[in-house]
């Protein structure tokens, strides 16, 4: 009876996979309109058609009083003085590409194209809102866009009701899968090689031992029944954050909240971390070599990296860099990984073993468009073109992983409840998972420094700065 | 006492929460932590999203005499070995609640 249900619901699943998943299904369009912008935005490069990149706002200071070499930098801008012809070309050539091409992927998912691009305007109008308060010149450096994504959709779903007729255009897992895909293409396998042994020493060895640890932690001790909630702040704890808890949170199909729950906490401690890090370092007297891969292993984002590295000196800076870059590559394996143990372990509730046919049925496709970019990137476009070229197509497609992210994250807001994200934090279970979990990541990066780095037992090594 | 318990577990989270929030507030008020030289700090999350990110990743900024291939198998192996330790972690866990579940059953 038992064999006769596996083997029914083995067929089932075997079903529900055909070719026309291919031009059917979210991940498989995620894919193909994040390839499209990656060839789009490669060609933009190489032949120098210098139009495709996405709108971007200049930081401007609202409060603020800029010194004068700021101004004259041309970095920043008053919020008047950007907006220019150019401005509104760029703001209308962005609309139109992602409505485009997100409309067609909706339209093949069964959505209705007359009332998915009136909802996408007005998405993308509250996603330009979002990109305008993350540019101010504080709240830039501080928090940027995916939180004020989910605290303004947060607002209007939590004060004005979010309209029916909006709805359509909330596809938060569509454009984290578009824009995941798009990002693949910025994760250079190359630099894994950048710090030697002493970079995959302290990246490497350490982030899978606090992912399993958090694990256990979360699953078995803190007994926290939300598995995927569990995953995504572990890999944003060891990871690098926000860009590691999007890839791992769509890799184990998180709940919206999850998300939402594990990027807030990353990112608020990042601001302390990135603070306290390097006086507490400082404080103890390590070298700026040993204290800058403390921070590039730790901290989660990569701008605090850089920015609590430099503080301790351009050595510390060089390190941080080096050991971040490393970790930075580990997002689509975590992602990997992640995805192949909730199809056969965690979503697998009946215990069976699994074939590598349902395996590929439950797994979510867009990975294999991350790599395949990533891949492409690494070994095809940067080899012949040079890695010049990789950063600059980079810089073009940057923001257009900026903008799918904050369509994102601002769909997250407006679909979700204060009173459920107050929900998922399982009566705090949740803040002591990261508390511990970061604890017991600095503790054992600190060992790993001190093993290979302290110049006990290996060679210090020599970095040029 | 377990009901004392946990509610002194909620208001020291409570505190560790409210403490955490209004200190990243009070660094954002005050500039805290950032460098002059720098136009982003912690908002910018991922290395694309950091103005012209080259100036700080310098090239050939350590020369390693191990080849990258070393670096890929070992990178590999340690990926792999982790994975299985965590698959076997995740099997124990679950014919310890299995065995649980089944001298739960017995009793009743």
């Known amino acids: ?465 | 006492m377990k009901k004392h318990g946990s509610k002194i577990v909620r208001v020291v989270t409570w505190c560790m929460g409210i403490a955490v929030i209004l200190c990243a507030l009070y660094i954002m008020a005050n500039g805290l932590g950032l460098v002059d030289s720098l136009d982003f700090g912690a908002g910018a999350y991922y290395y694309a999203d950091i103005p012209a990110f080259e100036r700080f990743d310098h090239k050939n900024a350590y020369r390693s005499s191990v080849p990258m291939w070393v670096c890929i198998v070992l990178f590999l192996a340690w990926g792999w070995l982790m994975y299985r330790l965590w698959v076997w972690l995740e099997q124990r866990n679950q014919r310890h609640d299995q065995q649980s579940n089944q001298n739960t059953t017995g009793k009743k």
């Open chain 1, 1 to 465: 009876m038992k064999g006769n249900s596996t083997n029914s619901t083995t067929t089932a699943v075997r079903n529900n996979s055909n070719w026309s998943d291919l031009y059917k299904k979210e991940d498989w369009l995620a894919v193909w309109i994040g390839f499209i912008v990656i060839i789009l935005g490669t060609l933009d490069v190489l032949l120098g058609w210098d139009f495709f990149a996405a709108l971007k706002f200049k930081t401007y200071a609202l409060w603020e009083t800029l010194t004068p070499e700021q101004l004259e930098s041309g970095k920043y801008a008053s919020l008047g003085s950007q907006l220019t012809g150019a401005f509104f070309g760029k703001l209308v050539l962005t609309g139109v590409l992602l409505a485009v091409l997100f409309g067609i992927g909706a339209k093949l998912m069964g959505e209705k194209l007359g009332k998915f691009i009136p909802a996408f305007l007005v998405l993308y109008f509250i996603a330009i809102i979002v990109r305008l308060i993350s540019a101010e010149y504080t709240l830039n450096r501080y928090l940027e866009w995916a939180f004020w994504a989910l605290f303004v959709g947060l607002l209007i779903s939590n004060t004005l009701r979010v309209p029916d007729w909006l709805k359509p255009a909330v596809k938060t897992e569509f454009y984290i899968k578009t824009g995941l895909v798009i990002m693949g293409f910025s994760v250079l396998f190359s630099n894994i090689a950048k710090f030697g042994l002493y970079g995959l020493g302290i990246a490497w060895i350490v982030t899978p031992i606090v992912i399993i640890f958090m694990w256990q932690l979360g699953t078995r001790v803190l007994k926290i029944d939300n598995k995927p909630l569990v995953m995504t702040l572990s890999a944003a704890t060891s990871v690098c954050g926000t860009s590691a808890a999007i890839a791992t949170g769509a890799a184990c199909k998180a709940k919206k909240e999850d998300l939402s729950l594990a990027v807030s906490i990353s990112i608020i401690f990042t601001i302390l971390m990135m603070v306290f890090e390097p006086m507490i370092i400082r404080a103890c007297g390590m070298t700026p070599l040993m204290g800058g891969s403390l921070i590039g292993g730790t901290v989660d984002s990569t701008g605090a990296v850089v920015v609590a590295g430099t503080a301790l000196g351009e050595e510390a800076q060089q390190a941080a860099v080096l050991v971040k870059s490393i970790q930075n590559i580990l997002i689509g394996f975590i992602a990997f990984f992640v995805a192949v143990f909730f199809a056969t372990r965690v979503d697998n509730t009946e215990k069976r073993s699994v074939g590598a046919s349902e395996i590929w049925v439950r797994f979510p496709k867009f990975i294999i468009g991350f790599f395949v970019a990533s891949l492409v990137a690494s070994f095809i476009v940067s080899p012949v073109f040079g890695s010049d070229q990789v950063g600059a197509i980079n810089k073009v497609l940057d923001q257009y992983k900026n903008w799918a992210f904050v369509l994102a994250f601002t769909s997250i807001g407006l679909d979700t409840h204060f009173k459920t994200i107050i929900k998922q934090m399982h009566g705090g279970k949740v803040l002591w998972l990261y508390i511990i979990g970061q604890a017991f990541n600095i503790l054992l990066t600190l060992f790993a420094v001190w093993l290979l780095l302290s110049g006990v037992i290996f060679p210090i090594p020599t970095l040029t700065v």
